[in-house]
């Protein structure tokens, strides 16, 4: 055929033969440079078929036939995010005495049993930010600059100075906290996280890959930090030293003396601090707290804060971030990098960045030492009972909302732990206390205090019941423990 083809150039049935022998050659020479030369002969390894086959397109097609399947998975983010709070509360299957109303220690909110409103002057002001219709839009993500102003100046100080531009604010003093730990803080680093302290640092700094090393408080010194154990736990991956001061969940709050032993760790070591001072407007003593920042002018600071516990506001979702940096150790970078993560979710609630200034500035102060007198009231009733509970030894709080509460386990052998303990409270005596296994230190449970005093009251007596029904040992033995 080829022969004829080559004498006659015009036969078309020929030329469409030649043209087909010519591409099986071409082939055979494609697919021999997928050939394995073994011992002087060539053979087609097993695999062969995976080469070949690419000159297919039918293989291309076939693939595409396959139908698809779902594959939907969670987040390793999502996987990462745990709160012990909500993981032992769910898992407590007790049911309250039905004798018994239910009386709940347990929610961190003061508005709760309505006790405890907001004062008028606050309502007032959102109202009228809502009636001008200037605050329906998007703001700036890091808040209005006007709302910024009125933040500084608020906390500003002669020792701590603070203008707009060092004020980020946020959808509640949580989202500070989480923006600080991002900005600060990167995968596979630590940080430095009080026990027992609030669950929300360890849940938020493990869903975001860093690693949290909890440092010890000390229920004898009035929940001092154990500031050798703190500083021991600092290494080369240390982002960041978080102190809440007041603290949940123990109702401490640090004197100054202590404050600049704690800033001096953290400046041997070279670690900025995160400073949780959203209690910081409710203590029991007037003048006993002391912000960070004003102690020192060499240590980077992001102190967090909001509206929630001082005006007794914790739906409207506003808080923010200080930035203490005299030394510009922070510099550029920290501040920008605040401000892109603050992006993420384009700011807070404009409506109360409105309001801000007359909330701030216009509350009657009388409200604010009403709140203070009638937790401080409640604080103390509790402490004054629970001292003489048998097996009980509260340690005495000075500030925010909370008291911590002891449990001589020896004395109550039938219970496994202090979540045992606390979930038997709630179906003997319809009492609901967190076990504070929640907040990394067992063997406690916390009492939240702004519940009516008539409630605070009752529920101490069936603690008192409680325990007296349990208790096993001498009552002059357990007095001995607590006095140490």
């Given at each position: 055929?080829?022969?004829?083809?080559?004498?006659?150039?015009?036969?078309?049935?020929?030329?469409?033969?030649?043209?087909?022998?010519?591409?099986?050659?071409?082939?055979?020479?494609?697919?021999?440079?997928?050939?394995?030369?073994?011992?002087?002969?060539?053979?087609?390894?097993?695999?062969?078929?995976?080469?070949?086959?690419?000159?297919?397109?039918?293989?291309?097609?076939?693939?595409?036939?396959?139908?698809?399947?779902?594959?939907?998975?969670?987040?390793?983010?999502?996987?990462?995010?745990?709160?012990?709070?909500?993981?032992?509360?769910?898992?407590?299957?007790?049911?309250?005495?039905?004798?018994?109303?239910?009386?709940?220690?347990?929610?961190?909110?003061?508005?709760?049993?309505?006790?405890?409103?907001?004062?008028?002057?606050?309502?007032?002001?959102?109202?009228?930010?809502?009636?001008?219709?200037?605050?329906?839009?998007?703001?700036?993500s890091i808040g209005y600059l006007s709302s910024r102003e009125v933040v500084?100046?608020?906390?500003?100080?002669?020792?701590?100075?603070?203008?707009?531009?060092?004020?980020?604010?946020?959808?509640?003093?949580?989202?500070?906290?989480?923006?600080?730990?991002?900005?600060?803080?990167?995968?596979?680093?630590?940080?430095?996280?009080?026990?027992?302290?609030?669950?929300?640092?360890?849940?938020?700094?493990?869903?975001?890959?860093?690693?949290?090393?909890?440092?010890?408080?000390?229920?004898?010194?009035?929940?001092?930090?154990?500031?050798?154990?703190?500083?021991?736990?600092?290494?080369?991956?240390?982002?960041?030293?978080?102190?809440?001061?007041?603290?949940?969940?123990?109702?401490?709050?640090?004197?100054?003396?202590?404050?600049?032993?704690?800033?001096?760790?953290?400046?041997?070591?070279?670690?900025?601090?995160?400073?949780?001072?959203?209690?910081?407007d409710m203590v029991f003593e007037e003048g006993a707290f002391q912000a960070?920042?004003?102690?020192?002018?060499?240590?980077?600071?992001?102190?967090?804060?909001?509206?929630?516990?001082?005006?007794?506001?914790?739906?409207?979702?506003?808080?923010?971030?200080?930035?203490?940096?005299?030394?510009?150790?922070?510099?550029?970078?920290?501040?920008?990098?605040?401000?892109?993560?603050?992006?993420?979710?384009?700011?807070?609630?404009?409506?109360?960045?409105?309001?801000?200034?007359?909330?701030?500035?216009?509350?009657?102060?009388?409200?604010?030492?009403?709140?203070?007198?009638?937790?401080?009231?409640?604080?103390?009733?509790?402490?004054?009972?629970?001292?003489?509970?048998?097996?009980?030894?509260?340690?005495?709080?000075?500030?925010?909302?909370?008291?911590?509460?002891?449990?001589?386990?020896?004395?109550?052998?039938?219970?496994?732990?202090?979540?045992?303990?606390?979930?038997?409270?709630?179906?003997?005596?319809?009492?609901?206390?967190?076990?504070?296994?929640?907040?990394?230190?067992?063997?406690?449970?916390?009492?939240?205090?702004?519940?009516?005093?008539?409630?605070?009251?009752?529920?101490?007596?069936?603690?008192?019941?409680?325990?007296?029904?349990?208790?096993?040992?001498?009552?002059?033995?357990?007095?001995?423990?607590?006095?140490?």
């Amino acid at each position: 055929c080829i022969e004829e083809s080559k004498k006659d150039n015009r036969n078309p049935a020929l030329q469409a033969k030649l043209s087909l022998l010519n591409n099986k050659k071409h082939l055979k020479m494609q697919t021999n440079a997928y050939l394995i030369q073994v011992n002087g002969s060539v053979t087609h390894p097993k695999v062969l078929d995976v080469h070949v086959n690419i000159q297919r397109p039918n293989t291309v097609e076939r693939i595409k036939s396959q139908k698809p399947r779902w594959t939907v998975r969670a987040s390793e983010m999502s996987k990462k995010t745990f709160n012990p709070i909500r993981a032992i509360v769910d898992n407590m299957t007790a049911i309250p005495n039905p004798d018994k109303p239910m009386i709940a220690l347990s929610i961190g909110d003061p508005t709760v049993f309505g006790n405890l409103p907001t004062d008028d002057a606050v309502n007032k002001a959102m109202k009228e930010a809502i009636d001008s219709k200037k605050y329906n839009g998007y703001a700036p993500s890091i808040g209005y600059l006007s709302s910024r102003e009125v933040v500084a100046k608020y906390y500003t100080c002669p020792e701590a100075p603070l203008e707009a531009k060092d004020v980020i604010l946020t959808s509640g003093c949580s989202q500070a906290i989480e923006l600080a730990l991002a900005v600060l803080a990167n995968p596979g680093q630590n940080i430095l996280v009080p026990r027992p302290g609030f669950s929300l640092y360890k849940t938020l700094a493990l869903s975001l890959g860093i690693e949290v090393k909890l440092y010890n408080l000390l229920p004898e010194k009035s929940w001092e930090i154990d500031l050798k154990h703190m500083e021991s736990l600092v290494d080369d991956k240390t982002a960041c030293i978080i102190i809440n001061n007041p603290s949940n969940p123990c109702g401490s709050v640090f004197n100054r003396k202590h404050l600049q032993k704690i800033l001096s760790v953290a400046s041997r070591q070279c670690v900025p601090i995160l400073a949780d001072e959203i209690y910081g407007d409710m203590v029991f003593e007037e003048g006993a707290f002391q912000a960070l920042a004003p102690l020192s002018n060499n240590i980077p600071i992001l102190s967090c804060g909001g509206l929630a516990k001082r005006w007794l506001v914790p739906g409207w979702r506003l808080g923010w971030i200080l930035i203490h940096d005299r030394k510009e150790i922070f510099g550029k970078e920290i501040r920008e990098g605040l401000i892109r993560l603050s992006q993420r979710i384009l700011g807070p609630c404009t409506i109360v960045q409105g309001a801000l200034e007359h909330i701030m500035n216009k509350t009657p102060q009388e409200f604010y030492d009403n709140t203070i007198n009638f937790t401080k009231c409640n604080a103390d009733l509790c402490y004054t009972t629970l001292s003489s509970v048998p097996g009980l030894c509260p340690v005495r709080p000075a500030g925010a909302m909370y008291l911590m509460v002891g449990i001589e386990m020896e004395h109550f052998p039938e219970f496994e732990s202090d979540v045992d303990f606390t979930e038997r409270m709630i179906s003997e005596q319809s009492v609901f206390c967190l076990p504070a296994t929640c907040f990394e230190y067992p063997n406690y449970f916390r009492i939240v205090l702004t519940v009516p005093e008539e409630m605070i009251i009752e529920a101490c007596r069936r603690i008192r019941e409680y325990c007296e029904t349990h208790y096993q040992g001498s009552e002059s033995t357990q007095d001995l423990e607590c006095d140490k």
